[in-house]
């Protein structure tokens, strides 16, 4: 780790995925970098702890989602992380009788006709919430809300149906048996970085841009900010001259909420491995849980947005408590004894993400080209919310970086 230089050629402002990907491709650029970053740590939003000695847990991104498709495959088997490509329980497996096969069945179609009409109304390119293309009346519609929850962070009346379209899901998602956090990080690990260092100001009036931290100023040519859309919006990095386009931008694509929690689970060998337990409640606030990952004894359970905030807001421990609640009610009393809280997840608390994931606001699909355009040759903007088709993932993150990162190689020459 380097302490921070007086002056840079460029200057990357967070060390998450995308701040890396931006890293990585400049290393043999020649031109001096470094990464700003506010955390005592790299990954941002990627996470891995090891949640007991024989728990890993991913407290953010755990999914190499659109695997066939996605840049850390690649990087994972350069630096031998072993990748898991069994696909994930979500769609055909629910354990025990908290929700039967007819049901599940049921729901499918539900949730497919769904997908269905909002797909039709996108090719018309009129953009609306979508909640809009629910059936009126239909019982499933507070489960499909909760799927939403868990892909943007949101209920689906906030959701962009152009934004919701664009994403590029190949249906394929693979996973990191150390962890994507530890990927992630193992993949930053050569860039040079100052933690502990938060940016507080950007000021490009002047010939070089001035960038005020908390470990002092430093000057660099070009600046590449990667920090999550709502500090943007909050303000919490000012720059000067004001860029509101970008601040509206960030407003119209703020992070919904997602949370995770960990729970050791004793006598494992009851559940099935990489089993999924949800309930057919029809109600938007509810987990959804992965049975023993990797076949380790806990479950993971999932819970998103404004039921996650709820809950968050609750205070710690209302996660794993509401987890227990609800995975009791499936199985039965005697889970009670053998669930024991080990970590859960509090992003909207966390001061330099304020939430999960970017997700459009219904009319604004086109903030992610405004929020990921270069200003001036000089401020070059990356992070999960400007990826025009992999938005809310590390990988879309970590390619938004590299983009930006070709920006300031292309206007190098340009110049
Ligand atoms: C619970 C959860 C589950 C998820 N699941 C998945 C999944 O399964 N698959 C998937 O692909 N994605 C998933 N994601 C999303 C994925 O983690 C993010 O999209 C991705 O990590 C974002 O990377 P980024 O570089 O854009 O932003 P970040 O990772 O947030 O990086 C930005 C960095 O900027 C730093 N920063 C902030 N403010 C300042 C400042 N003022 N000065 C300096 N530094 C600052 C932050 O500390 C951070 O390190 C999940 C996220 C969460 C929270």
């Known amino acids: 780790m380097s302490s921070l230089p007086s002056s840079v050629d460029v200057a990357i402002i967070g060390a998450g995925a995308a701040g890396l990907g931006a890293a990585n491709a400049l290393k043999n650029s020649g031109l001096s970098t470094i990464l700003l970053e506010a955390r005592d740590r790299v990954g941002g939003r990627a996470y891995t702890i090891r949640a007991a000695p024989d728990v890993v847990f991913d407290v953010g991104c755990g999914w190499l989602h659109s695997a066939d498709k996605n840049s850390f495959v690649a990087i994972a088997e350069q630096l031998n992380f072993e990748v898991d490509k069994a696909l994930p329980p979500w769609r055909e497996r629910a354990y025990g009788k908290a929700f039967p096969q007819d049901l599940r069945d049921e729901y499918m179609r539900a949730l497919d006709a769904f997908y269905e009409r909002a797909y039709e109304a996108a090719q018309k390119g009129e953009d609306a919430p979508a909640d809009r293309y629910l059936e009126p009346g239909n019982r499933w519609n507070p489960m499909i809300d909760a799927i939403s929850t868990y892909i943007n962070g949101s209920e689906l009346d906030r959701v962009s149906i152009l934004d919701m379209e664009a994403y590029e899901d190949t249906n394929i998602n693979w996973r990191v048996r150390r962890g994507y956090g530890a990927l992630i990080a193992a993949y930053g690990a050569s860039c040079p970085l100052a933690l502990n260092c938060a940016v507080t100001r950007i000021d490009h009036s002047g010939k070089r841009v001035r960038i005020e931290t908390s470990q002092g100023m430093l000057e660099a040519d070009k600046v590449i900010v990667t920090v999550p859309t ?173 983009r930006a990162a070709d920006e300031v190689l292309a206007s190098q020459i340009s110049r």
């Not at 919904?256 to 009851?270: C, I, N, Q, S, W």
């Not at 409640?281 to 023993?292: F, N, P, Q, S």
């Not at 606001?361 to 992999?390: I, Q, Y």
Request: charged share 25%.
């Open 230 to 402: 709502n500090l943007i919006a909050d303000e919490a990095i000012r720059f000067f001259p004001a860029l509101p386009e970008k601040v509206d931008a960030a407003r119209r694509l703020p992070l919904g909420l997602a949370d995770k929690v960990t729970l050791a689970l004793a006598e494992p060998e009851a559940l099935p491995k990489e089993g999924s337990l949800r309930g057919a409640t029809m109600r938007t606030e509810m987990g959804t849980y992965h049975l023993r990952p990797f076949g380790q004894p806990c479950i993971e359970g999932f819970f998103g947005g404004r039921f996650a905030k709820a809950l968050e807001d609750a205070g710690d421990g209302a996660i794993a408590a509401a987890a227990i609640d609800e995975i009791v009610s499936f199985l039965g009393s005697d889970f009670r004894r053998k669930l024991k809280p080990l970590t859960e997840s509090r992003w909207a608390h966390d001061p330099f993400a304020r939430g999960s994931y970017s997700h459009a606001l219904p009319g604004h699909a086109d903030k992610r080209a405004v929020l990921a355009a270069p200003v001036d040759d000089r401020l070059f903007f990356a992070g999960e919310a400007t990826s025009p088709n992999f938005f809310s993932t590390a990988h879309g993150a970590r390619d938004s970086g590299e």
